[in-house]
T-cell receptor, first 117, second 111 residues
Framework: SAVISQKPSRDICQRGTSLTIQCQVD?????MFWYRQQPGQSLTLIAT?????????ESGFVIDKFPISRPNLTFSTLTVSNMSPEDSSIYLC??????????????FGPGTRLTVL | QKEVEQDPGPLSVPEGAIVSLNCTYS??????FMWYRQYSRKGPELLMY????GNKEDGRFTAQVDKSSKYISLFIRDSQPSDSATYLC???????????FGSGTKLNVKP
């Protein structure tokens, strides 16, 4: 299994500012993802963080708003830029290894609870 | 239409009851079906996964997949207050593809 930590665990931010969320995994993993979880909503995939290259964003999410870095196989950051109250949500880091065609469990971090005033 | 539909609840049951949680989906290509449990202020943790159709049992938990009806279920026997959490279904086409999540069903098991 993979143990994932996220920093900060929660934050309250002012509109127009930016927040960078860190995700640290205790072992090297192939795939790292960033999700958003809004109250009563599904987990929504924001992007796949690719090591050494630009992240792959899902429809509706753009790099300017959610820049992502992944400098190595155990660490990634997600920045929420120019925040508005609509960005208030829980942001979750998730990891998964790709091991041939066998099923590989996807692990989630504890989440970062963001409130934008 | 959403890829995955799940009744948000909340579902409140007495301790010892049998709980049935369900999801429907629209993409007939889904092959992997997962159930995650999420406690308050924690990340989701995998409970069970099933490949293709059929049943899978693990202790008090049973997962069922009916691909012909595009319907999956999670049954919890002898429910406990510690089972109180939000349960999310998830599914994917393959091990290499993105996961699609339901919105989660909040379960409360009363002592």
């Amino acid at each position: 299994s993979a143990v994932i930590s996220q920093k900060p665990s929660r934050d309250i931010c002012q509109r127009g500012t930016s927040l960078t969320i860190q995700c640290q995994v205790d072992s090297q993993v192939t795939m790292m993802f960033w999700y958003r979880q809004q109250p009563g909503q599904s987990l929504t995939l924001i992007a796949t963080a690719n090591q050494g290259s630009e992240a792959t964003y899902e429809s509706g999410f753009v790099i300017d708003k959610f820049p992502i870095s992944r400098p190595n196989l155990t660490f990634s950051t997600l920045t929420v830029s120019n925040m508005s109250p609509e960005d208030s949500s829980i942001y979750l880091c998730s990891v998964r290894n790709q091991d041939g065609n066998s099923y590989n469990e996807q692990f989630f971090g504890p989440g970062t609870r963001l409130t934008v005033l | 239409q959403k890829e995955v539909e799940q009744d948000p609840g909340p579902l409140s049951v007495p301790e010892g009851a049998i709980v049935s949680l369900n999801c429907t989906y629209s993409n007939s290509a889904f092959q992997y079906f997962m159930w995650y449990r999420q406690y308050s202020r924690k990340g989701p943790e995998l409970l069970m996964y099933t490949y293709s159709s059929g049943n899978k049992e693990d202790g008090r938990f049973t997962a069922q997949v009916d691909k012909s009806s595009k319907y999956i279920s999670l049954f919890i026997r002898d429910s406990q207050p510690s089972d109180s959490a939000t349960y999310l279904c998830a599914m994917s086409v393959s091990n290499f593809n993105k996961f699609y999540f339901g919105s989660g069903t909040k379960l409360n098991v009363k002592p």
